[in-house]
């Protein structure tokens, strides 16, 4: 689904995502570079840092921008090899090959203050780099887990793992990137999602790149967030919604606990909550700042 034929409503909130939450391009040493949306105070060094999940992009963190815009720098990266993102150079990469990426974005940005926020997969990438915190430039004020992809890098999840890993690349290649962004919202939204946030969620994934996204089932399939386990010197939270089905409100409270965070629901919301509820989430998130 390409914006050139979405929907009336989709290129209008396309256009108006362009007007308050831009796409700027962070140029890395080596020909490489990465995209970031950025709202609000562009000269603060102090971000809201939002991390995307794996069917996903920087934009679906727009409804969250535009509310906290008035008040917060935000920033939210098209993942590399997402976008307009350069690839990482491994065909097989870990956690700490987009940690690395990410870090050198933010230094290149001017953030010294952040709130690190992570939905699903960008949490594995989020936790990463804040278990390097003591060693970074940068204070991360609290680190927040939305529907953490715990990954299956584990030992004990090396069946899981394998059946991840060809499932996801079957997929693929069975169906394209445009045969799997056509019914993602049918798993990743909770059953009384509105249409708007259904289509804003469809639109994200038809925009993924192939390679991207199997550079990412890699990291999804090597990456263990169960490494971040009293590593983490920051508050942290892990919020979940009470209608999803992909990193379930089970398995999000287990992840709390191992973890020492702070655990909250978000109600009748789905994996997709940062697209279908973005208003409750600013003010969330507003509260930690």
């Excluded at 939905?119 to 990438?125: E, Q, T």
């Excluded at 386990?229 to 942290?236: E, K």
Aim: proline share 4%; net charge neutral; with cysteine.
């Amino acid at each position: 689904m390409s914006s050139s034929s979405s929907s009336p409503g989709i290129q209008a909130a396309i256009e108006r995502m362009e007007a308050v939450f831009p796409q700027r391009l962070v140029a890395l040493g080596a020909q490489r570079q990465v995209a970031w949306r950025e709202a609000g105070d562009g000269e603060s060094d102090f971000a809201y840092v939002c991390l995307h999940g794996i069917s996903s992009s920087a934009a679906s963190w727009f409804g969250v921008a535009e509310r906290l815009l008035a008040n917060a720098r935000v920033l939210a990266w098209d993942a590399p090899g997402y976008g307009e993102s350069t690839p990482l150079s491994v065909d097989a990469p870990t956690d700490a090959d987009y940690a690395r990426v990410l870090g050198e974005s933010l230094a290149a940005l001017g953030v010294r203050r952040c709130v690190l926020v992570g939905h699903s997969l960008g949490c594995l990438v989020a936790a990463r780099w804040a278990c390097d915190a003591s060693a970074l430039q940068i204070q991360i004020r609290q680190l927040v887990l939305m529907s953490p992809a715990g990954g299956y890098g584990a030992p004990a999840k090396a069946e899981q793992r394998a059946r991840v890993m060809s499932g996801r690349v079957d997929a693929l290649r069975d169906q394209g990137v445009s045969g799997i962004a056509a019914v993602i919202d049918q798993r990743l939204c909770a059953p009384g999602a509105p249409g708007p946030a259904r289509e804003w969620v469809r639109w994200n994934a038809s925009r993924m790149r192939a390679g991207g996204y199997l550079q990412a089932v890699h990291l999804l399939c090597s990456g263990d967030l169960g490494e971040a386990s009293g590593r983490l010197t920051m508050p942290v939270h892990v919020w979940v919604g009470t209608e999803d089905v992909v990193t379930t409100p089970e398995a999000s409270e287990a992840w709390a606990r191992r973890l020492g965070a702070q655990y909250v629901t978000l109600a009748k919301a789905g994996h997709a909550c940062v697209v279908e509820q973005p208003e409750k989430i600013a003010q969330m998130l507003a509260h930690l700042s």
